[in-house]
C-alpha cells in the first residue's frame, strides 16, 4: 500500500468508513479494525464476540439469545460466578453447570446431558430425541435399540444381519458361541430345535 490517499477518500474497503484514526491492513486492503476481525473470523474456524467483537476460539464460544460472546462477559445468574463456555440458558439466563443442574431440568437417560429442546418421557426417564430409540431390533424374545444390541458376553456391536445365538435369552455372537463347551452347545441346539 505504497499509495497517498486524501484524508476524505481514505476509506475502509468494506464499511467506506473513514480511516482518520488508525487502520489494519488485510490482503493489500485498508480496512477498519472492526471489518479487519470480521474478515478474520471469516477464514477461520472462530467467531466474533457480540459485546467486544474480539475473536473468540471455537472452544470457548458461550451462545446466548443466538449471539456469539466470551463466557467472561457473564456471571452465573445463580451463584454469581464468572462463566466457561459450558454455561447454559434457560428462561433468557445464564447458568453454571452446577446451577443449572440444581433447577431441574431433565437429564438424558443415555448421554447424561441437560435436556434444553424437546424432551421424550419414557419408562421413568428423560431422553433427548435423538437419545430415544430411534431404530428396534427383534431377537430373543424381546425388543433391543439399535445401538444397545451386542454380545452379551463381549459386549460386540451387532445387528439383525449378524450372526448370532441365543443363550439364557440374550444374543451371543458365533465367535463366543463357538468357545462354548460343545456339549452345552449340543443341548441348546437340542432347546431350540424342540422350541420351533
Not at 460472546?69 to 459450558?86: D, I, K, Q, S, V
Not at 434444553?116 to 421413568?124: F, T, Y
Not at 445401538?147 to 463366543?176: I, W
Request: positive net charge.
Amino acid at each position: 500500500m505504497q499509495s497517498s490517499w486524501h484524508p476524505d477518500c481514505f476509506t475502509c474497503q468494506l464499511c467506506g468508513l473513514a480511516l482518520t484514526d488508525a487502520f489494519v491492513k488485510n490482503l493489500g486492503r485498508a480496512l477498519c479494525k472492526d471489518c479487519n476481525a470480521k474478515e478474520r473470523v471469516r477464514g477461520a474456524a472462530r467467531f466474533l464476540c457480540n459485546r467486544c467483537h474480539d475473536i473468540i476460539e471455537a472452544d470457548q464460544v458461550l451462545r446466548f439469545k443466538g449471539d456469539n460472546y466470551h463466557p467472561y462477559h457473564f456471571n452465573c445468574t445463580g451463584c454469581r460466578a464468572e462463566l466457561t463456555a459450558e454455561a447454559r440458558e434457560k428462561d433468557d439466563q445464564l447458568y453454571c453447570i452446577r446451577c443449572f443442574d440444581k433447577l431441574g431440568v431433565p437429564v438424558c437417560a443415555r448421554c447424561r446431558r441437560p435436556i434444553e429442546e424437546r424432551v421424550v418421557h419414557a419408562i421413568n426417564k428423560a431422553w433427548h430425541v435423538e437419545h430415544f430409540v430411534d431404530e428396534c431390533v427383534q431377537a430373543c424374545c424381546k425388543s433391543w435399540c439399535s445401538a444397545h444390541f451386542q454380545c452379551s458376553v463381549c459386549d460386540r456391536q451387532m445387528n439383525q444381519k449378524t450372526k448370532f445365538y441365543e443363550y439364557d435369552l440374550k444374543p451371543v455372537c458365533k465367535p463366543c458361541y463357538e468357545k462354548f463347551p460343545t456339549e452345552l452347545r449340543k443341548r441348546l441346539a437340542k432347546i431350540h430345535k424342540l422350541a420351533r
